[in-house]
């Protein structure tokens, strides 16, 4: 896959759902929550000179509701800007 995000953009791979809680009760599908971490694949070249803080294969935080979900070779990605992540953990 070679894909190259714009400006503040930022490709992230959201990490897999948590399969069970911290007491050891196994959470079904239907009840699993949308991941709200990820792996960085790729970032953009940053807008006016700046340089984005984030770099590929960063662990990050982000909203529930933010980025635009993509498609790409089969495997979900999610496009958003710099600004929707939370931290870098």
């Known amino acids: 896959m070679k894909i ?14 948590e399969e ?3 007491g050891g009760i196994i959470i079904p599908d239907t ?4 991941p709200l971490k990820g792996l960085v694949m790729a970032v953009g070249k940053g807008i ?7 770099k590929v294969d960063d662990t990050v935080l982000y909203g ?7 498609n790409l ?3 979900d990605y999610l496009i ?4 929707e992540i939370l ?3």
Do not use: C, F, N
Not at 11 to 17: F, G, H, I, R, S
Not at 31 to 34: F, L, P, R, Y
Not at 64 to 70: A, I, S
Not at 80 to 83: K, L, Y
């Open 20 to 22: 069970k809680t911290a």
């Open 73 to 75: 070779d089969g495997i």
């Open 31 to 34: 009840a699993k929550e949308k």
């Open 64 to 70: 529930k509701y933010v980025g635009t979900e993509v």
């Open 48 to 54: 006016d000179d700046k340089a984005l803080t984030v």
């Open 4 to 17: 190259q995000p714009l400006g503040d953009r930022v490709l992230v791979k959201p990490l897999a759902a």
């Open 87 to 89: 931290a870098i953990i």
């Open 80 to 83: 958003m800007q710099e600004s």
